[in-house]
């Protein structure tokens, strides 16, 4: 008989509409291929995180910010709330792919296909013109954000620590996503500085948008 491995929780929190956050999910699935990790997806909103911030913010981002940044988080909290948890990484797969791969507009039209793709009802695009969901969304950003702070973004990733803490972290940001055992590197790495006490940053300026592939 054959021991098995017991994988590693990983922790992802997303708002559907970053790109960046897409290319780090992206690269997570290939860290799952070659490595004992579960990722278990989470919503957290950059509108939340934004909210008290939006006079600091360009205009057209500002205007993004207060409309359409609320409704694909809503829809997947909607999702979460009445199919459970499992179903949030393939609706995110299939929102993701439209936003960021095809392009498409970031309307009711492009989350109905969405959700259609994932396997779930139509009807809950309603929920991203309503403010329902609200409370529950609310609270699971700030489960992700409160392991990390407020000067970040999309993603957080948390991890069991060896102390019994979680090891939290945004990012890593990177382009394109590392792929096989590129990405089990990435991940290595990432853990060893995110596991150091009082390790805070790594930044260089990008040079280059987001590759989707």
């Known amino acids: 008989m054959t021991a098995t491995t017991a994988k590693t929780p990983v922790d992802f929190w997303f708002d ?63 999702a979460e709330q009445k199919f459970g948890s499992e179903v949030l990484g393939r609706l995110y797969t299939a929102l993701g792919t439209r936003f960021h791969n095809q392009g498409l507009e970031r309307d009711r039209e492009t989350i109905v296909a969405a959700l259609e793709e994932a396997g779930l009802p139509a009807e809950l695009a309603d929920a991203a013109y309503t403010d329902a969901y609200d409370a529950e969304l609310r609270a699971s950003h700030q489960e992700g954000i409160g392991l990390v702070g407020e000067d970040v973004g999309t993603p957080v ?10 090891v939290a972290f945004f990012g890593p940001v990177v382009t394109p ?16 500085v995110a596991s150091t006490p009082g390790f805070y940053e790594i930044k260089r300026t990008r040079t280059a948008g987001p590759i989707f592939d």
Do not use: Q
Not at 19 to 37: D, F, G, I, N, Q
Not at 157 to 166: C, H, K, L, M, Y
């Open 157 to 166: 990733i948390a991890v069991p620590g060896a102390d019994g803490e979680r």
């Open 177 to 192: 996503a590392p792929k096989g055992e590129a990405a089990g590197r990435l991940w290595d790495g990432t853990l060893l």
């Open 16 to 78: 559907p509409l970053c790109p960046w956050a897409w290319m780090t999910s992206r690269w997570m699935l290939e860290v799952e291929k070659v490595r004992p990790v579960e990722v278990r997806w989470h919503v957290m909103s950059l509108a939340v995180l934004n909210e008290n911030k939006l006079d600091e913010v360009p205009e057209e981002y500002r205007e993004m910010l207060r409309t359409t940044a609320w409704w694909p988080v809503r829809v997947c909290v909607a």
